[in-house]
C-alpha cells in the first residue's frame, strides 16, 4: 500500500470495471446456488418470516405482519415486502417452496460483496478490493445467511452500501474535495431501508464508525457532507408512510413490542435463551469466518502497525467499536456480528497483499502453513462430519456420507500439496482456501445437509399428510411438534397447540380432520379421546431429530374412523 500520512487517503487507480463485477457475480452464485433451492425450510426464524410474507402476500394487506392469525411485531416490514414480491413473482401457486422467499438474501449477499469490493478499491486498489470480497463471499456465515429467507444478508447489503457511501465521503475530505450528493442519496437511501429492514441496528455501525473517527481524528466538519437536513429528510421518506400506517392500524403498539419488546430486551438480558458472555464473537469468529479465520488472525500485526493510516483507521472504525458492543450486549446470536466482517475482509486482503510483496521469505512460508495447518483440521472435520454425522443422525451406516468424506478429503489433500509448492506467491493461500470453501458449499449445502432427512421432520410430515389426507378441506392440527415451517409446509390454516386442542380438533370434523403428535401428547390424545368413547386411527409414523429443540421425536397421525 502506498504510503500515507494521518489525514490522506492515497487513492489507487484505476477502479473496478463492470468485468469485475461480472466475475464477483460468478463468484457468488458458484458459492451460494449450491443448496440454494434444495436445502428445506429452516427453523424457526427463517420458517417465520417465510410464512408471515406468505400470508401478507395472500392477503394483500402490506401494512400488517402476522403469522398466522398473531400479530408479529418483532420487526419492521421490509423484508416482508421484498420476500412476498419476491413469491409473487417466482412461487408458483400452492407450491411451498422456500427458494423465492430467500432470493432477497441472495442478492443482499451480492450486493454485499460488491459494496466490500467497492471499499477495499477506494482504499487499496482492485488487488484487495476483489480479493477481500472473494473472501467475505467465502466465509461460512454469508454462505448461511444467503441461503436463508431472513433480515440479515439484506441488512448486511444496506449498511455497507452506507459505509461505502460514508467512506467515499472520507476520502473526498483528506483530498480537500466538496461531498458527493451521489454518494449522499446512497448513504440515506440505505439508511431508510435498513431501517425498514431491521429497525436501528445500522445507525450502530454507522454511527460507532463516525465517532471513533472523530474521536481519533478531532475533525468533524467533514460529516457537513453528510447534508443531513436534507438527509434525514430522504430518509424519513422512506420509512415514514409504512411508521405512520402501522402506528393508526396498531395504535402504537408495533413500537413497543418491536421497540421494548424485542430490541431494547436484548440488551440487558438474553432473549429465547440466546445469552452468552462477553467472548462470545471471538469463539464464534473462528468457525464463522472459516476458512479465511487464521488468515484474518495472520493479518493482525500489520493491521496494528498500520493503525494510523486513514484507509487502516476507517476500517478499524467500522470493526473495533461494533464489535465491542456485540461482545457487551446480553442476547448473542452468530450472524449479529456479520455486519462488521466486510471490514474484516478488507483488511486481511490488504495485510496479505503487502506481507507477501514485502515480507522475507520466511514469514511467508510460516504464514503459509500455519494457514495451511487451520485449514487442513477444518477439512478433517468436515470430512468426519459427513461420516459420523449421518450415521449418527439416522442411526445407519450412510454409504454417501461415507463417499463424500473421501472425496472431500482427498480434494482438501490435492490442495494442501498444490498450496505447499506454491506458497511464495502472494495471494495462493487464497486461492486454496477459496477453492476449499467451493468444495465446502457444494458438499455441505448441496449434497450433504438436505440428504438427512432425519431432521427434516416438517418436510417429512408434509408429505405424509399430502399423502393420507381424505378430503380436500381436510386441516391438520399438530401437538408436540409446532415448529413454524410445518406450518408454511400443509397451510396457514393448521393449528398449532397441545393434545386437548388436537382431540378437539378431531371431533369438531370426524370425518376430515388429521392430528399430528409426538409420543409425550399422543398418551394425553388418547386419553382425551377415551373420555368421550373415541378410539383414533393411527395413519403414518414417522421418527426423527427435531433440530431446533436437540430432541429425537416420533410423531404419530391420527384420525377418527369412519363410523367411530
Same mark, same amino acid.
Given at each position: 500500500?502506498?504510503?500515507?500520512?494521518? &489525514?490522506?487517503?492515497?487513492?489507487?487507480?484505476?477502479?473496478?470495471?463492470?468485468?469485475?463485477?461480472?466475475?464477483?457475480?460468478?463468484?457468488?452464485?458458484?458459492?451460494?446456488?449450491?443448496?440454494?433451492?434444495?436445502?428445506?425450510? &429452516?427453523?424457526?426464524?427463517?420458517?417465520?418470516?417465510?410464512?408471515?410474507?406468505?400470508?401478507?402476500?395472500?392477503?394483500?394487506?402490506?401494512?400488517?405482519?402476522?403469522?398466522?392469525?398473531?400479530?408479529?411485531?418483532?420487526?419492521?416490514?421490509?423484508?416482508?415486502?421484498?420476500?412476498?414480491?419476491?413469491?409473487?413473482? @417466482?412461487?408458483?401457486?400452492?407450491?411451498?417452496?422456500?427458494?423465492?422467499?430467500?432470493?432477497?438474501?441472495?442478492?443482499?449477499?451480492?450486493?454485499?460483496?460488491?459494496?466490500?469490493?467497492?471499499?477495499?478499491?477506494?482504499?487499496?486498489?482492485?488487488?484487495?478490493?476483489?480479493?477481500?470480497?472473494?473472501?467475505?463471499?467465502?466465509?461460512?456465515?454469508?454462505?448461511?445467511?444467503?441461503?436463508?429467507?431472513?433480515?440479515?444478508?439484506?441488512?448486511?447489503?444496506?449498511?455497507?452500501?452506507?459505509?461505502?457511501?460514508?467512506?467515499?465521503?472520507?476520502?473526498?475530505?483528506?483530498?480537500?474535495?466538496?461531498?458527493?450528493?451521489?454518494?449522499?442519496?446512497?448513504?440515506?437511501?440505505?439508511?431508510?431501508?435498513?431501517?425498514?429492514?431491521?429497525?436501528?441496528?445500522? @445507525?450502530?455501525?454507522?454511527?460507532?464508525?463516525?465517532?471513533?473517527?472523530?474521536?481519533?481524528?478531532?475533525?468533524?466538519?467533514?460529516?457537513?457532507?453528510?447534508?443531513?437536513?436534507?438527509?434525514?429528510?430522504?430518509?424519513?421518506?422512506?420509512?415514514?408512510?409504512?411508521?405512520?400506517?402501522?402506528?393508526?392500524?396498531?395504535?402504537?403498539? @408495533?413500537?413497543?413490542?418491536?421497540?421494548?419488546?424485542?430490541?431494547?430486551?436484548?440488551?440487558?438480558?438474553?432473549?429465547?435463551?440466546?445469552?452468552?458472555?462477553?467472548?462470545?464473537?471471538?469463539?464464534?469468529?473462528?468457525?464463522?469466518?472459516?476458512?479465511?479465520?487464521?488468515?484474518?488472525?495472520?493479518?493482525?500485526?500489520?493491521?496494528?502497525?498500520?493503525?494510523?493510516?486513514?484507509?487502516?483507521?476507517?476500517?478499524?472504525?467500522?470493526?473495533?467499536?461494533?464489535?465491542?458492543?456485540?461482545?457487551?450486549?446480553?442476547?448473542?446470536?452468530?450472524?449479529?456480528?456479520?455486519?462488521?466482517?466486510?471490514?474484516?475482509?478488507?483488511?486481511?486482503?490488504?495485510?496479505?497483499?503487502?506481507?507477501?510483496?514485502?515480507?522475507?521469505?520466511?514469514?511467508?512460508?510460516?504464514?503459509?502453513?500455519?494457514?495451511?495447518?487451520?485449514?487442513?483440521?477444518?477439512?478433517?472435520?468436515?470430512?468426519?462430519?459427513?461420516?459420523?454425522? &449421518?450415521?449418527?443422525?439416522?442411526?445407519?451406516?450412510?454409504?454417501?456420507?461415507?463417499?463424500?468424506?473421501?472425496?472431500?478429503?482427498?480434494?482438501?489433500?490435492?490442495?494442501?500439496?498444490?498450496?505447499?509448492?506454491?506458497?511464495?506467491?502472494? @495471494?495462493?493461500?487464497?486461492?486454496?482456501?477459496?477453492?476449499?470453501?467451493?468444495?465446502?458449499?457444494?458438499?455441505?449445502?448441496?449434497?450433504?445437509?438436505?440428504?438427512?432427512?432425519?431432521?427434516?421432520?416438517?418436510?417429512?410430515?408434509?408429505?405424509?399428510?399430502?399423502?393420507?389426507?381424505?378430503?380436500?378441506?381436510?386441516?391438520?392440527?399438530?401437538?408436540?411438534?409446532?415448529?413454524?415451517?410445518?406450518?408454511?409446509?400443509?397451510?396457514?390454516?393448521?393449528?398449532?397447540?397441545?393434545?386437548?386442542?388436537?382431540?378437539?380438533?378431531?371431533?369438531?370434523?370426524?370425518?376430515?380432520?388429521?392430528?399430528?403428535?409426538?409420543?409425550?401428547?399422543?398418551?394425553?390424545?388418547?386419553?382425551?379421546?377415551?373420555?368421550?368413547?373415541?378410539?383414533?386411527?393411527?395413519?403414518?409414523?414417522?421418527?426423527?431429530?427435531?433440530?431446533?429443540?436437540?430432541?429425537?421425536?416420533?410423531?404419530?397421525?391420527?384420525?377418527?374412523?369412519?363410523?367411530?
Amino acid at each position: 500500500m502506498a504510503s500515507t500520512d494521518s &489525514t490522506t487517503v492515497a487513492v489507487p487507480q484505476p477502479g473496478l470495471t463492470i468485468g469485475h463485477f461480472a466475475l464477483l457475480l460468478l463468484v457468488c452464485l458458484c458459492l451460494f446456488l449450491p443448496g440454494f433451492a434444495e436445502l428445506p425450510l &429452516t427453523d424457526r426464524d427463517e420458517a417465520r418470516f417465510a410464512q408471515a410474507s406468505r400470508q401478507m402476500m395472500d392477503s394483500g394487506d402490506v401494512v400488517n405482519i402476522t403469522f398466522q392469525d398473531q400479530a408479529r411485531h418483532k420487526k419492521p416490514v421490509g423484508i416482508y415486502w421484498l420476500q412476498s414480491a419476491s413469491a409473487y413473482l @417466482f412461487g408458483s401457486d400452492g407450491e411451498a417452496a422456500a427458494w423465492p422467499y430467500r432470493l432477497p438474501s441472495l442478492i443482499g449477499a451480492i450486493v454485499a460483496v460488491f459494496g466490500t469490493a467497492y471499499v477495499g478499491t477506494l482504499f487499496f486498489g482492485q488487488l484487495v478490493g476483489m480479493s477481500a470480497a472473494i473472501l467475505l463471499a467465502g466465509t461460512l456465515l454469508l454462505g448461511v445467511e444467503a441461503r436463508l429467507a431472513k433480515t440479515d444478508a439484506v441488512l448486511l447489503a444496506t449498511i455497507v452500501v452506507a459505509q461505502a457511501a460514508l467512506a467515499k465521503m472520507y476520502v473526498l475530505k483528506s483530498q480537500a474535495q466538496s461531498g458527493s450528493w451521489p454518494a449522499v442519496f446512497a448513504f440515506w437511501l440505505a439508511v431508510g431501508a435498513s431501517i425498514l429492514i431491521k429497525g436501528p441496528i445500522i @445507525f450502530m455501525i454507522c454511527g460507532l464508525t463516525i465517532l471513533y473517527l472523530v474521536a481519533v481524528e478531532r475533525e468533524i466538519r467533514w460529516l457537513g457532507m453528510l447534508r443531513p437536513i436534507a438527509g434525514v429528510l430522504i430518509a424519513a421518506i422512506v420509512v415514514l408512510p409504512w411508521f405512520v400506517a402501522i402506528t393508526i392500524e396498531t395504535d402504537g403498539a @408495533f413500537f413497543k413490542t418491536s421497540l421494548g419488546g424485542d430490541f431494547l430486551a436484548k440488551i440487558g438480558k438474553g432473549q429465547e435463551s440466546h445469552g452468552a458472555p462477553p467472548g462470545f464473537y471471538f469463539i464464534a469468529f473462528w468457525p464463522t469466518f472459516w476458512p479465511f479465520s487464521v488468515v484474518a488472525a495472520l493479518a493482525v500485526p500489520w493491521i496494528w502497525s498500520r493503525r494510523q493510516e486513514p484507509q487502516v483507521r476507517f476500517c478499524l472504525a467500522w470493526l473495533l467499536p461494533s464489535w465491542i458492543v456485540l461482545e457487551l450486549v446480553a442476547t448473542k446470536l452468530p450472524h449479529y456480528i456479520l455486519p462488521v466482517y466486510p471490514a474484516l475482509a478488507i483488511l486481511t486482503a490488504a495485510a496479505w497483499r503487502d506481507a507477501f510483496a514485502g515480507g522475507g521469505l520466511r514469514l511467508r512460508k510460516a504464514s503459509a502453513f500455519v494457514a495451511l495447518v487451520g485449514f487442513a483440521i477444518c477439512g478433517v472435520i468436515l470430512a468426519g462430519l459427513f461420516a459420523v454425522g &449421518t450415521a449418527f443422525l439416522q442411526s445407519a451406516v450412510n454409504v454417501a456420507g461415507l463417499i463424500l468424506a473421501a472425496v472431500t478429503l482427498g480434494l482438501l489433500i490435492y490442495m494442501v500439496l498444490w498450496w505447499r509448492g506454491k506458497a511464495d506467491h502472494a @495471494f495462493t493461500p487464497m486461492v486454496a482456501l477459496f477453492a476449499g470453501a467451493l468444495v465446502f458449499n457444494g458438499i455441505l449445502f448441496h449434497f450433504f445437509l438436505p440428504s438427512l432427512d432425519t431432521i427434516w421432520l416438517s418436510k417429512r410430515s408434509a408429505a405424509a399428510y399430502a399423502a393420507t389426507r381424505i378430503c380436500p378441506t381436510t386441516r391438520l392440527a399438530s401437538a408436540g411438534f409446532t415448529e413454524p415451517s410445518l406450518v408454511f409446509l400443509t397451510g396457514t390454516n393448521t393449528r398449532l397447540g397441545n393434545a386437548e386442542m388436537v382431540a378437539k380438533h378431531l371431533l369438531a370434523d370426524p370425518a376430515c380432520a388429521m392430528g399430528l403428535v409426538d409420543q409425550k401428547a399422543e398418551k394425553r390424545l388418547l386419553a382425551a379421546l377415551k373420555k368421550v368413547g373415541k378410539t383414533p386411527e393411527a395413519v403414518r409414523k414417522l421418527s426423527g431429530v427435531n433440530y431446533a429443540k436437540g430432541k429425537r421425536l416420533t410423531l404419530t397421525f391420527y384420525r377418527l374412523p369412519k363410523g367411530g
